[in-house]
T-cell receptor
Framework: EAGVAQSPRYKIIEKRQSVAFWCNPISGHATLYWYQQILGQGPKLLIQFQNNGVVDDSQLPKDRFSAERLKGVDSTLKIQPAKLEDSAVYLC???????????????FGQGTRLTVV | AQSVTQLDSQVPVFEEAPVELRCNYSSSVSVYLFWYVQYPNQGLQLLLKYLSGSTLVKGINGFEAEFNKSQTSFHLRKPSVHISDTAEYFCAVTYTGGFKTIFGAGTRLFVKA
């Protein structure tokens, strides 16, 4: 089966510019996650969707970051305006389900490496 | 607050030696536990998971982990490591309270010849 697809793989922008990342999860996966991984650190959850509803966005800097999940499938993450500290790898992941009946593991995309200069 | 602590940021070990990578988590609710591995310039991939049942779980590449509820730990072990095991290892916990998945900061395993 096809894995989680992300684009672009790399992006370099100047501070105060805007940028968008795209993610296509594994077909049929209800749960989609966006993580930020700063060099040398573990992935930090930014936002978690269940179908097209937001489950958790408590660590999303909402003054500059936004995310949506179109029709419960693809998702985009946007940063506007970008700051130097946003330089990181942005990981998208999906899992089949995450419910009170049980959970399944997350499958990760290759990530988008963002450099803000 | 929910948190995942990987006690060692780096673990150097000689080839064919045993290794243990430690993971502790905070919890007042039931959890699901995962270990992921990230090889250089690659994405995260699942090593093993604990969802229910036996507290000793076996994963790929000869790794295993033991869930200890009283200690709130999920340590990863391998009896004999190879050079190819050099990678970053992440412990992740899904909390049933809000089904949020939190990652530890990672442990860099460096296997020396």
């Amino acid at each position: 089966e096809a894995g989680v697809a992300q684009s672009p793989r790399y992006k370099i922008i100047e501070k105060r510019q805007s940028v968008a990342f795209w993610c296509n999860p594994i077909s049929g996966h209800a749960t989609l996650y966006w993580y930020q991984q700063i060099l040398g650190q573990g992935p930090k959850l930014l936002i978690q969707f269940q179908n097209n509803g937001v489950v958790d966005d408590s660590q999303l800097p909402k003054d500059r970051f936004s995310a949506e999940r179109l029709k419960g499938v693809d998702s985009t993450l946007k940063i506007q305006p970008a700051k130097l500290e946003d330089s990181a790898v942005y990981l998208c992941a999906s899992s089949l389900y995450l419910t009170r009946q049980g959970v399944t593991e997350a499958f990760f995309g290759q990530g988008t490496r963002l450099t803000v200069v | 607050a929910q948190s995942v602590t990987q006690l060692d940021s780096q673990v150097p070990v000689f080839e064919e030696a045993p290794v243990e990578l430690r993971c502790n988590y905070s919890s007042s609710v039931s959890v699901y536990l995962f270990w992921y591995v990230q090889y250089p310039n690659q994405g995260l991939q699942l090593l093993l998971k604990y969802l229910s049942g036996s507290t000793l779980v076996k994963g790929i590449n000869g790794f295993e982990a033991e869930f200890n509820k009283s200690q709130t730990s999920f340590h990863l072990r391998k009896p004999s490591v190879h050079i190819s095991d050099t990678a970053e290892y992440f412990c992740a916990v899904t909390y049933t309270g809000g089904f949020k998945t939190i990652f530890g900061a990672g442990t860099r395993l460096f296997v020396k010849a």
